[in-house]
């Protein structure tokens, strides 16, 4: 099976799509992430969840999580004003990485390690430089588990 056959529709997003806009889509469609486009529609990064979650945890409760206890505030409370005002963009990672894109014909086999060595929750599928789809960890794990 090759990526193509795997991959299933899924939302994008531009770095400068609004924060908010981006974290609702996230939310109330329980995604793993969302690709990132750049203004020329071509995949720029994965937006994970679990950074969004990483950029509404101060650092300082994140080098110490017992603080957490002691924080009155709820996280739901700080997120809409954390991220009034931002972009995608700003919720990336500063440093670069590299971009969980696979071919659409690579195998079921190609498509795991790059989301095993990149640790992302999904790939972008791509055809002739285009987005046809992605393939998040779950999905892969379902074809992986019905195989058998």
Request: aromatic share 2%; with cysteine.
């Amino acid at each position: 099976m090759h990526a193509e056959q795997m991959a299933e529709e899924f939302p994008v997003v531009s770095l400068d799509t609004d924060a908010l806009e981006a974290v609702s889509l996230l939310a109330t469609r329980r995604l793993p992430g969302l690709i990132v486009i750049d203004d020329k529609g071509r995949p720029h990064s994965v937006l994970p969840a679990s950074q969004v979650v990483r950029f509404l945890v101060p650092s300082y409760v994140q080098d110490d999580p017992s603080l957490a206890r002691v924080i009155d505030e709820p996280l739901a409370d700080q997120v809409a004003s954390k991220l009034a005002g931002l972009t995608v963009r700003k919720l990336l990672p500063s440093e670069p990485v590299e971009l969980p894109v696979v071919n659409h014909d690579d195998t079921v086999l190609e498509v795991a390690a790059i989301m095993a060595r990149l640790r992302c929750p999904l790939v972008a599928v791509v055809k002739d430089h285009e987005i046809i789809g992605a393939i998040t960890a779950s999905r892969l794990l379902e074809l992986v588990v019905s195989t058998h």
